[in-house]
């Protein structure tokens, strides 16, 4: 029995890793145990965010740092900080930005989805460069003289989407930001692990960068990571906490909220919107504590042996696999699973809306279904959903 069947939802097989469209990554029973824990005490939440800012500063290699409601939310958070800086008028009228700079630049061939939490700050994208690779006319990608070409009195910052094959390299367009004292807030999601980049991004020189609480650090799935500059985080801080407090008694952490540089109170800013509990942050900080020491590397071996129980069973079906090694050690393998449509009469789309269809549903990656292609992503699988995946793969498969 599953609680999800009180209310009429059958529990799905994730073969798809943390993806937030199926709930994230499994939270381990110490992150569990943390978030039930602080939930039956009460703390003053600047308070809370200042303990998780040196402790997150610590583990980055960063001045500062702020628990998000998400890598998303991070963005829209670091977005406002730049926006507003300690300007209390400027938090006041945020999204609306008329009469100040709010550009911010982007390289065309980073935009996604996800640039609609820097619009939602109130910025407005301002798109540099080209990929004449993928557009199929030439060899060169976005370059950094394109960024300093885009540069007006508009400009507020500069957003990077941080991965291996970003163009141009980070340092480059952290360079063009420092020249014009503009600050990089770079949005690395998904980029954990490798642990490294709990402090490589930073180290590069980015005043601001946003990961995800819920992927690789497997806190809860609406927690996020910012992290940077102390003016920056506190600007943050101020327009995502409640506010509500008497000018005469409010007295933030000096270390994390500096009162001398503020003209007076914020009101309730726009990230109110995106709150935290004290649940989610004490969580958080338990999920990050366990990625940076390195308890997570113990599953690699599980993960290993799922897939190879699942190669075993497939053999024989109308299916070719193949491990895919990630290119650092900290992460796990995949399973490709390649279909022979012209034997097996169904394409992999076929495979993928059968396999989601039957019971239990089991959602697999799907990006590279136009190849024909299932994946299998090990992260969010336990001893029984392996079991009962390469039952459903064989079943379909056959
Ligand atoms: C997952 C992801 C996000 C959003 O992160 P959340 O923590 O789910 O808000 C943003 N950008 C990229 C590149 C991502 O992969």
Redesign the pocket.
């Given at each position: 029995m599953s609680i999800y069947n009180e209310h009429n939802l059958e529990p799905i097989i994730n073969a798809s890793g943390a993806?937030?469209r199926l709930g994230?990554a499994p939270m381990p029973a110490a992150v569990l145990d943390a978030f039930v824990a602080a939930a039956g005490e009460w703390v003053p939440l600047e308070q809370l965010q200042a303990a998780a800012s040196r402790r997150i500063a610590t583990l980055t290699g960063t001045e500062a740092g702020l628990v998000?409601?998400?890598?998303?939310?991070?963005?829209t958070m670091g977005t406002a900080a730049i926006l507003t800086g300690f300007d209390l008028g400027r938090m006041e009228r945020l999204p609306h930005c008329d009469g100040f700079p709010h550009e911010i630049l982007i390289a065309r061939e980073q935009r996604?989805g996800?640039d609609h939490?820097i619009r939602a700050a109130g910025a407005r994208l301002t798109e540099v460069g080209f990929n004449e690779i993928v557009s199929n006319a030439g060899v060169r990608r976005t370059e950094a003289w394109e960024y300093e070409a885009a540069i007006s009195d508009r400009t507020a910052g500069i957003v990077y989407?941080f991965?291996p094959g970003s163009r141009p390299d980070l340092e480059e367009v952290v360079a063009i930001g420092r020249k014009h004292g503009l600050p990089v807030l770079v949005?690395?999601?998904?980029e954990l692990p490798p642990r490294a980049n709990l402090t490589a991004i930073a180290a590069l020189g980015a005043d601001l960068v946003?990961?995800?609480?819920?992927?690789g650090i497997r806190g809860p799935?609406?927690?996020?990571i910012l992290c940077g500059r102390r003016d920056l985080i506190a600007a943050a801080a101020l327009q995502m906490l409640d506010m509500d407090d008497h000018p005469e008694l409010w007295e933030p952490p000096a270390d994390f909220i500096d009162r001398e540089k503020l003209a007076g109170i914020p009101r309730h800013g726009i990230g109110r919107a995106l709150k935290v509990s004290k649940e989610e942050i004490i969580a958080l900080l338990t999920a990050l504590d366990l990625f940076a020491s390195g308890a997570y590397d113990k599953d690699f071996a599980r993960f290993q042996s799922y897939l190879e129980a699942i190669e075993t069973e497939l053999r024989g079906t109308h299916s070719n696999c193949r491990t895919v090694v990630p290119s650092h050690e900290e992460s796990w393998p995949t399973l490709e699973i390649a279909i022979d449509e012209s034997v097996l009469g169904r394409s992999a789309f076929e495979v993928c809306r059968r396999l989601r269809n039957g019971s239990p549903p089991v959602y697999v990656s799907h990006g590279q279904l136009s190849d024909g292609c299932l994946v299998i992503n090990p992260h969010c699988l336990n001893d029984e959903t392996a079991t009962k995946l390469a039952r459903r793969l064989c079943e379909e498969l056959s």
């Open positions: 993806v937030t994230g998000t409601a998400g890598s998303a939310a991070g963005l996604s996800y939490a989407a991965g949005d690395a999601a998904g946003s990961f995800s609480g819920g992927k799935q609406s927690t996020g």
